[in-house]
T-cell receptor
């Protein structure tokens, strides 16, 4: 399996600022994703983090608002830009395609973001 | 947008009883995965069932898949208070890893 860590675990931010969330995996993985979970809701895919190229965004999410980096096979960042209270959510990274995996997808512990 | 719905939305049972949660989805799938989430934390992967499988077991968990009805169920036997959590199903289509989540079931196991 893959062990995933996220930083920070939680943050409280002011409107108009930006926050960068880091996701680190303990082994090389093919796939990395970023999800958002709004309060009381299920998870929605934001984008696929592609190693060495631009992320692939889902409908309703744009690069200017959620820039993503993935410099290698074990690390990715998601930035939430120009935040508003509506961005208050849990942000989770997930990974798939590690050696020995079978299409399972594992999640990090999440980053709980509150925007005032 | 969500792939499917889960029912019930909330379930309250006594410790020792069995809990059954159902998941329905809309399109053909490659596989279906069940996750547990404790109190707004990260998701714990429970079990993956492929589209050509009908049933899988893992400890006290039993998952069934009926592709003709586009539905799956998760059975937790002999529930414990520690099973209290939200449970989500998530599907992938064709060979993509992208997960589409159901709406989730909140399970409360009363001691």
């Amino acid at each position: 399996s893959a062990v995933i860590s996220q930083k920070p675990s939680r943050d409280i931010c002011q409107r108009g600022t930006s926050l960068t969330i880091q996701c680190q995996v303990d082994s090389q993985v093919t796939m990395m994703f970023w999800y958002r979970q709004q309060p009381g809701q299920s998870l929605t895919l934001i984008a696929t983090a592609n190693q060495g190229s631009e992320a692939t965004y889902e409908s309703g999410f744009v690069i200017d608002k959620f820039p993503i980096s993935r410099p290698n096979l074990t690390f990715s960042t998601l930035t939430v830009s120009n935040m508003s209270p509506e961005d208050s959510s849990i942000y989770l990274c997930s990974v798939g395609g590690w050696q020995g995996s079978n299409h399972e997808q594992f999640f990090g512990p999440g980053t709980r973001l509150t925007v005032l | 947008s969500q792939q499917g719905e889960e029912d019930p939305q909330a379930l309250s049972i006594q410790e020792g009883e069995n809990a059954t949660m159902n998941c329905s989805y809309k399109t053909s799938i490659n596989n279906l995965q069940w996750y547990r989430q404790n109190s707004g934390r990260g998701l714990v992967h429970l079990i993956l069932i492929r589209s050509n499988e009908r049933e899988k077991h893992s400890g006290r968990l039993r998952v069934t898949l009926d592709t003709s009805k586009k539905s799956s169920s998760l059975l937790i036997t002999a529930s414990r208070a520690a099973d209290t959590a939200s449970y989500f199903c998530a599907t992938t289509m064709d060979s993509s890893y992208k997960l589409i989540f159901g709406s989730g079931t909140r399970l409360l196991v009363r001691p």
